[in-house]
């Protein structure tokens, strides 16, 4: 949400930051700000160049110097979609902004508007709240081995506080009832254990709003049967970014979703399409989705008398069969162009529809309150071991477990465990595992376990002629162990 100063009085003038696009991208946004000024949106939109002519310029994240100012006065974007150009070194213009900016919370409503767009679950009506910047998505990836490459998955528990309060907010602030997370806690118990235990502390801070928890893979099954059941659904960003493609096209209107990026300071709006190059120029581009963007952007900055009018208008058009191209059928009544689409929404300012019913806008989400939450005090942390993954070539493992125990013999640690792909090999072994060149050694101390010994340690496994390729600290957290267990230890 905009600070206080921008808020203050009802006929404030908001500066957006706005963005038309690439191929259907200055058509759908031309369409859609003449209906926000026809509407009484108070918003001065600033453009901004992205895309594809920066991308070619040589601006490899496809946006300069002078739109990332814009950005950072407005606060607000209004982004149309931009064509990435084909080929390598070109960087994800979405992935730039939302990391530059913290935008940590992505907010997908999926609903489905039966009869009039088909579908097979007429009555779905849920939001996704997707954590934006962590998980997978720090691109932390290394080929270790001559077999193996890892990529780091983070999950931090302030990150995971931010995104479920705002799952909690949005609830709260758009009359939602219930909010479920996902994830895969049953097998990444610290990471994704991390992200479950915070969601049940945050949601005791919400006594009026439901709360349920479902491992990803049953919760992904119950969504793509039965998504009329769900209402809000938070979850970390890889299940978040496959499943809420998932649910918007399961609503049947893929091409006419919004979505939000959302930051402490700065927030971004946009359709999920993309920029459609294969109808730019025609003028049929159906302009719904960055126009549901928009009322998200309004309620967002405090407009949400007008975002509801906007709202209400596009419904009444969309229920009286007046529609574009993409969704026209046996349901419709004309087949409209994107200006004729603008003009039948700005037509019916001021009303309500009929048959559709119109959801809650609410009021904006108190970002502030999540940025200024209370942080969990730091616990006292202490080094017990390390995990020591070593590239050897595959053979009998008591002879890598020999090696190990004699070069670290005066070391003050104790070679403990030793797993291939987390499968414990050593002591305890099954002839059956397989395994490959990729050896994680646990040695543990007595106590607390000092920086110096540890790299003697490596010092000494380096003598012996065994190439480490990274190490793990073993740590325990006020007592309690901040690692895993090897599979069959
Ligand atoms: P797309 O979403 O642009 O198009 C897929 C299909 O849907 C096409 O047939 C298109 O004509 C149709 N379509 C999309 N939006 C429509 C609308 N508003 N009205 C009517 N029909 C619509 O996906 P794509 O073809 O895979 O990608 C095209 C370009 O868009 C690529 O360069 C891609 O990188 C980019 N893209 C950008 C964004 C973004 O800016 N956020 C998102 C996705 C894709």
Redesign the pocket.
């Known amino acids: 949400m905009l600070a206080a100063d921008q808020l203050t009085a009802p006929s404030t003038t908001v500066p957006v930051a706005v963005a038309h ?4 991208g200055p058509e ?1 946004m031309g369409a859609v700000l003449r209906i926000l000024e026809a509407a009484g949106a108070r918003i001065e939109a600033r453009p901004i160049e992205v ?1 594809e002519r920066v991308y070619r310029s040589g601006i490899s994240s496809g946006i300069d110097d002078a739109a990332l100012e814009t950005l950072a006065q407005t606060r607000v974007l209004l ?1 149309a ?4 150009p084909q080929g390598g070194g070109y960087k994800s ?2 992935v730039t902004i939302r990391k530059m900016f913290g935008l940590y919370a992505n907010v997908r409503p999926c609903r489905a508007l039966a009869p009039y767009v088909p579908t097979l679950h007429p009555e779905m009506n849920l939001v996704i709240v997707r954590e934006n910047e962590e998980d997978v998505y720090g691109g932390i990836e290394h080929r270790q081995t001559a077999d193996v490459t890892q990529c780091l998955k983070l999950i931090t528990r302030t990150g995971t506080e931010r995104i479920v309060r705002y799952a909690f907010e949005y609830a709260r602030a758009n009359g939602r009832k219930r909010v479920t997370c996902f994830s895969k806690d049953n097998i990444m118990k610290i990471t994704d254990g991390l992200f479950h235990k915070v969601f049940e502390e945050i949601a005791a801070e919400y006594p009026e709003i439901e709360k349920e928890h479902m491992i990803v893979d049953i919760g992904a099954a119950k969504l793509a049967v039965n998504p009329e059941r769900f209402d809000v659904i938070v979850l970390p960003n890889l299940y978040g970014d496959i499943l809420s493609d998932v649910a918007a096209e399961l609503c049947g209107s893929v ?1 006419m979703a919004g979505s939000a990026n959302i930051g402490d300071e700065i927030a971004m709006f ?10 730019a120029g025609m003028g ?6 960055l126009l549901n963007a928009a009322v998200m952007m309004l309620a967002h900055i405090g407009q949400g008398e007008i975002a509801q009018r906007v709202q209400h208008a596009w419904l009444r058009t969309i229920e009286e069969g007046l529609h ?3 969704i026209y059928g046996a349901q419709s009544a004309r087949c409209l162009s994107t200006s004729e689409f603008a003009d039948a929404v700005i037509a019916r300012l001021g009303q309500s529809p009929q048959r559709l019913a119109a959801p809650a806008i609410g009021n904006a989400v108190e970002t502030a309150r999540i940025a200024n939450a209370p942080t969990t005090p730091a616990p006292h942390k202490e080094r017990v071991g390390v995990d020591v993954f070593v590239d050897w070539t595959p053979g009998p493992t008591h002879e890598l477990a020999e090696q190990l125990i004699a070069a670290s013999a005066s070391s003050g640690l104790t070679l403990k465990m030793i797993t291939n792909r987390g499968t414990q090999v050593w002591p305890r072994a099954s002839e059956m595992t397989r395994c490959v060149d990729h050896w994680r050694c646990r040695f543990m101390g007595e106590g607390a376990v000092s920086g110096e010994t540890v790299a003697d340690l490596l010092g000494a496994i380096a003598r012996a002629g065994l190439e480490t390729i990274k190490t793990e600290g073993l740590y325990t957290f006020d007592g309690n162990a901040g690692y895993s267990l090897g599979q069959g230890q």
């Open positions: 696009g690439d191929g259907i759908i895309g982004k979609p931009i064509t990435t213009l979405n091409g946009e359709a999920i399409h993309g920029s459609a190059p294969d109808i049929i581009a159906n302009p719904s989705g574009t191209r993409d």
